[in-house]
């Protein structure tokens, strides 16, 4: 049952991490679409996300916060990749490696 709780927890976690990304306002500035969230939304949001945390340490389950934590961090991981590679498919570093040897063939 407590397995449970915690993959739930992570997911709760994970969804406002999502949420957060997706109104990043350093993110939709450089993909030109906008302003982002505000910063009391999301100061709300990550309130949200790390409340199944607070919740574990308070109810005094460790196992169930280090399950949390680690489960959490790596769906961050996740969703960071997942929006870096939704706003620059073709990648950035190929197109950084072309004007560095553009450069050098100048020369």
Do not use: C, N
Request: charged share 20%; aromatic share 10%; net charge positive.
């Amino acid at each position: 049952m407590m397995t449970l709780l915690t993959l739930a927890a992570i997911l709760f976690s994970a969804s406002f991490v999502l949420f957060l990304g997706l109104g990043d306002p350093k993110r939709r500035r450089a993909a030109r679409r906008g302003a982002g969230h505000r910063e009391t939304v999301r100061r709300l949001l990550s309130f949200l996300a790390l409340l199944p945390g607070m919740a574990f340490l308070l109810y005094g389950d460790a196992a169930a916060f280090l399950l949390w934590l680690g489960g959490a961090a790596v769906a961050g991981w996740i969703v960071t990749l997942v929006l870096a590679s939704r706003s620059d498919p073709k990648g950035v570093r190929r197109r950084g490696v072309q004007g560095r040897q553009e450069a050098q063939s100048a020369y």
